[in-house]
């Protein structure tokens, strides 16, 4: 029953997240057009400065909420003033920050942008905090509700303020108005009275500190990327890189970040079964890797017709980024399902053990990466600093479920085998097929392309599967639910 509802409940939170990102990619189709790489690389470097102190100051107040048995008023409260806090701070510190910041890159308009691009993170941590009460009884159709409505009214002013003004702060205003848009709408449906009260503390406590110290971890790990091209490179060329970046991260954004949550939750159900725990997490992850791995092979092959259809001309600059960047995203999938296990089991100090490795590992690969091979660098340092961690995660699991290294990947050689097949057609469709004269065409010859690719991956998973004796996982799943599908069909 509670696999069902976390099925359900992740299947949710997915379909809003390819909505949301799918209005994502619209946007910036249709900005990349009406906007230039430097206008993009401008609000990337506002961008970087901000999600930094966000990252530091991030509390997964969420989290340890559901990790309680009861929640009472007073939590929420608590919940609340926490929050409220955080956001105060980190306004204070994005005002304070501001002007140095701009000096350091010799640029006066990044003061104004750090200013209103701080209302965007003080204003994404407030949320009505009852809306825990609902992801505590898997149901997060609110969630879809609320985050699909922000999007469209920020996707709607931001396209209107781009085509008025051609300016870059149609990007930040898009921005803040997301978040501002959301934490309204949960007030609407998870309706709750703001009170300011810490007298539960001690129940968040614990759980935040471990968390809050390996976020800051994490912050100077991925901010560092952005800070150090931001000084070496110009901002058109900062431009083509968050861009192809944004691009990269659709596929583990929108599919695999939003089943965090109920992952947790079915995790912490099943924390005192560990039998069942295990093939629960085993069947997770799995699953991950059998849709990440060739969506992320997939969208490096496609790279070129995909910047040049989405973005235009003026930025196939971004078309050799994308192919790399979204292949190093590759071994961040084997870690995916870790962070809910651990938030589930309450070993929230592995985590900023495994950030402080990889931050080691990282940090200087990254510094004389892009000191001498610029944005190449960055690469080779996200493979090797995502690799580590995923060994690392692994080791943790083998400790903590009895799982072996072995038996956590014993069914990933399936996707790979199956991965590589799906590589021929693609790379024969685009060999053999006549190129194309006009957009459509190009649009519809990548159809073609990307449809062979994906028949080939599920018809070489499923002949594996069936070769190996149709053990239980992914492949069983999929059928099964296939199968009740098509009964209540008929």
Known sequence: MIGRQ??????????????????????????????LPADFGIVAIAMTLVSLVETVLEMPIGEALLRLPVITPRHYDTAFTLTALRGLTLTVIMLACAWPFARFYGDDRLVWLVCVLGIAPAVRGMPSPRMISFHKQLSFWRDFVVELTGKLIAFAVAITLAVIT?????????????????????????????RFSLAERSAFSGFVGWMSAAQLVTALNWQSERLLLGKLQTASSLGLFTTASDLASIPSQALFSPIAR????????????????????????????AIGVPLLVGESLVAAPVVQLV????????????????????????????????????KTAIVLRRNVIEMGVKLPLLVVG?????????????????????????????GLLGLSIGAQ?????????????????????FRYLPPPDAPWQAALRLGVIVLAGMVTYVGALSVLWTLVGRPA?????AIGAFGRLSGRFR
């Open 409 to 429: 990947l014993r069914s990933s050689w399936r996707i790979a085998v199956s991965t590589l097949a799906m590589v021929v057609p693609v790379v024969a469709g």
């Open 311 to 346: 973005l235009g001309a003026k930025w196939t600059g971004a078309i050799p980024l994308l192919h790399w960047l979204a292949l190093s995203i590759i071994p961040s999938l084997f870690s995916l399902p870790v962070i809910p296990l651990i938030m589930a089991s309450g």
């Open 370 to 398: 892009v000191w001498y091979f610029g944005f190449w660098g960055v690469v080779v340092s996200r493979f090797a600093s995502e690799t580590v961690a995923a060994v690392l995660y692994m080791r943790f699991v083998r």
């Open 6 to 35: 976390v099925a359900v409940g992740s299947l949710v939170l997915v379909g809003v997240r390819l909505l949301t990102r799918l209005l994502d990619l619209a946007a910036m189709l249709l900005l990349a057009r009406l906007l």
């Open 166 to 194: 051609g300016s870059y702060w149609s990007l930040a205003v898009g921005t803040v108005l997301y978040p501002l848009a959301m934490a309204v709408g949960s007030y609407v449906l998870a309706p709750y009275r703001p």
């Open 262 to 289: 109920p992952l947790m939750t079915a995790f912490s159900h099943l924390i005192d079964q560990p039998a069942k725990l295990a093939a629960s997490y085993l069947s997770a992850s799995t699953a991950i890797l």
């Open 473 to 477: 996982g992914l492949e069983a799943m």
